[in-house]
């Protein structure tokens, strides 16, 4: 048996609005772009949306939107994948980590304050595998400093945090979805900027296609820009993935279901938690936790470790998710940082697996999975 880690849901649908695109004769700066941007604006409830290329190029166009320079300062989490603060360092600013909360695994807004100084520009969360992060509290911080807050919801597209959708304008002055194939819907690749912010709509669409005026005047350019446009292709397969965001929410909350269910029974795993009252979770991914606490941290690596290459050998599609980003070689370098700066990060690194989590996973398949890690385990301890 093999069983993918991540898969796209395409239907028919999909494949023939981008067939009807490929037959026009407009293939990029067309009428599903703006249909796209329309659809996700009144989706999340902003005034703007704006297309781009990838999430990254979202987040970078933010950073440069945001006028986030040189020595600048930007407090975001180490437990993240690698873009959130990348795009920080592209512009010579520099990220500033402070670790998570253990049962979320999002920044935690205790440690927020203390990271203050004058230099910081903004607050960075990220929504880690779906969940939303404490967008109230990290509001309320910002607005008492005089921060931006630009939410990488990359991975929550559809989530809820006490009543309002990841993205949403009340929380963050900015925010990025991305559709890279194992996102909640695709574009091939593709991101979208949401706000409510006229000034940085306009920026971004500026800057997402070469820095060009309001006009849109082909050869006149009023700012450093860059070709981070959305393609016709890329929008189409948008605007039908959207309209079925809803039915993949569903299959996807029933697929973390039945893995609640059949993986609760399995001792040494920890199921993802997701905070009660406050998250409306729409699932990205679904990360176990492996091992026991009291063991130390070599020994948790190793048998995180021997759990993966058990699931390898069994065909099972797994990663360590996250790898925490400042024990990234180039990180450790650039920053200074080293292992031990952000212990809660740390564990989560070393215990957590994605598993294989997609919209046409079977019963069977979970089940299939549940041995293999209940073999492996029950292994581990020998
Ligand atoms: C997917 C993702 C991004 C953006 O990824 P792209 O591949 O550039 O679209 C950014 N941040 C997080 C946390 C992500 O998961």
Not at 208 to 234: C, I, K, T
């Amino acid at each position: 048996m093999k069983i993918h880690l991540s898969r796209p849901d395409i239907t028919a649908k999909e494949i023939e609005a981008v067939n009807e695109v490929i037959r026009s004769p407009i293939l990029a700066l067309g009428p599903k772009l703006k249909e796209f941007e329309k659809t996700m604006a009144d989706y999340i409830g902003v005034k703007h949306a704006i297309a781009v290329n990838s999430g990254t190029s979202g987040l970078h166009l933010l950073i440069r939107a945001f006028n986030i320079t040189d020595g600048d300062e930007v407090i975001t989490t180490p437990f993240s994948f690698i873009a959130s603060s990348n795009c920080i360092i592209y512009e010579r600013a520099k990220p500033i980590f402070v670790d998570i909360e253990p049962d979320t695994a999002n920044i935690d807004p205790n440690l927020i304050e203390g990271a203050i100084t004058p230099r910081t520009k903004a607050i960075l969360p990220v929504d880690a595998f779906g969940q939303p992060a404490r967008l109230d509290v990290i509001r309320e911080i910002a607005d008492n400093y005089g921060l931006a807050v630009i939410e990488d919801s990359c991975e929550s597209l559809g989530s809820e945090y006490k009543g309002l959708k990841a993205g949403s304008a009340i929380f963050a002055d900015a925010a990025v979805f991305a559709f890279y194939p194992n996102k909640q819907i695709t574009t091939g690749e593709g991101g979208m900027i949401v706000t409510d912010d006229e000034e940085i709509a306009f920026l971004c669409k500026s800057m997402r296609n070469q820095g060009r005026g309001e006009a849109g005047v082909w050869l006149s350019h009023e700012r450093l820009g860059y070709n981070y446009r959305m393609n016709e292709l890329s929008a189409a397969l948008g605007v039908v993935q959207l309209l079925r965001l809803e039915e993949i929410i569903n299959k996807r909350r029933q697929v973390a279901e039945m893995y609640n269910r059949r993986l609760a029974e399995i001792p040494g795993i920890k199921l993802p938690f997701i905070a009660p009252e406050v998250t409306k979770m729409s699932w990205f991914v679904y990360v176990i936790r492996v091992g026991t606490d009291e063991s130390t941290p070599e020994r948790q690596s190793e048998v995180r470790n021997y759990v993966m290459t058990r699931l390898g050998e069994a065909g099972i599609g797994c990663r360590p998710y996250f790898t925490p980003i400042h024990l990234q070689p180039f990180y450790e370098e650039k920053l200074g940082l080293r292992e031990g700066m952000f212990p809660i990060t740390e564990h989560a690194g070393r215990t957590s697996i994605a598993i294989p989590f997609h919209n046409h996973i079977t019963e069977d398949e979970v089940e299939y999975v549940a041995e293999a890690l209940e073999e492996a385990l029950a292994d581990s301890i020998v």
